[in-house]
């Protein structure tokens, strides 16, 4: 009767050790992490502190504990700005992507100029939104009005940006204009991935182009799809600079965005209130972002 031993052939292989980290590692990750505490993670955490004070920003405070957050509950001008920003960002997540994802369907064909389109595609890409915004809100203030006149349509003679319960579809207008170029450079990074013999396999199956869209595609860029939106609405719920382009909130406060109240708090010496403001933003946004990946998990592809 033979017996084996630890570490012996036909016994238990001995446990390896712990492989160490080179420390060159750390040489990298110190001085990014240090810098990252010092931009982003400080600065929240005494924003938070501020959060429970009447600071105005400089000088002295006091503490007024949960006050703040209370308030911001019975502020109609907050309460607005949250709902105008998540219709906001919820519409245009939609149309982006409806958008994007059709142009990339375009842009994979065997169509002539392929490369070409592709690159004008991409150029809103390049320019500024502070800049973009500015060139729409002439075009919508003045050139559209003037062509309404000329030809006698009443609903464009006048600019939509001054219309409360228009304005925001020009903002959703300019913010899909400049951000479907990168959701659909994403969408096409995902078509290519499929091999055409999937689509061999389905047009001998009797597949017609509608169903191979339906039943192969979207499901082969699944992954894609819940990446774009994920990033979409992370960046609309931050919507600022193409707003105050556009309409500066207005009319009226009719498309503030939290952003902005946040900022303009800022200024009207309100710091400690928009601090708060910015918390409850942080943890909504937060709380978006874990149902987005909870309802997703396990139902992503990313190519065949």
């Excluded at 002539?112 to 389109?117: A, I, N």
């Excluded at 192969?216 to 919507?239: D, E, H, Q, R």
């Amino acid at each position: 009767m033979s017996t084996t031993t630890p570490g012996s052939a036909t016994g238990t292989a001995p446990r390896s050790r712990r492989r160490r980290t080179d420390p060159v590692y750390y040489l990298f990750l110190f001085p990014a992490l240090v810098l990252f505490t010092l931009a982003i993670t400080l600065p929240a955490v005494l924003g938070f502190g501020y959060s429970f004070t009447n600071s105005m920003g400089f000088g002295d405070w006091d503490l007024v504990g949960v006050r703040n957050y209370i308030a911001l509950f019975r502020d109609e001008g907050i309460v607005s700005s949250y709902l105008f920003t998540l219709g906001f960002a919820l519409v245009t997540v939609v149309v982006v992507n409806a958008i994007g994802f059709a142009l990339a369907l375009g842009l994979t064909a065997r169509i002539r100029l392929q490369s070409l389109l592709r690159t004008i595609f991409v150029l809103p890409m390049v320019i500024s939104g502070i800049i973009i915004a500015f060139v729409f809100q002439f075009l919508f203030s003045n050139s559209l009005p003037a062509i309404g006149q000329a030809l006698g349509i009443d609903a464009l003679s006048s600019s939509i940006l001054a219309n409360e319960d228009l304005a925001w579809i020009a903002i959703v207008i300019v913010t899909a204009w400049s951000t479907i170029p990168s959701t659909m450079l994403i969408y096409i990074a995902g078509l290519v991935t499929i091999p055409a013999e999937v689509y061999e396999a389905g047009a001998i199956d009797g597949a017609t182009g509608f169903q191979q869209l339906r039943r192969l595609t979207l499901p082969l860029v699944s992954g894609y799809v819940v990446i774009n939106t994920i990033l979409g609405f992370k960046n609309y719920l931050n919507a600022y600079d193409i707003i105050v382009g556009l309409t500066d909130g207005g009319p009226g406060t009719a498309t503030r965005s939290v952003a902005m109240s946040i900022f303009k708090g800022f200024s009207g010496g309100d710091y400690g209130y928009q601090m708060a403001n910015a918390a409850v933003f942080f943890v909504i946004s937060i709380i978006i972002a874990v149902v987005q990946l909870r309802i997703t998990r396990g139902k992503a592809s990313f190519g065949a």
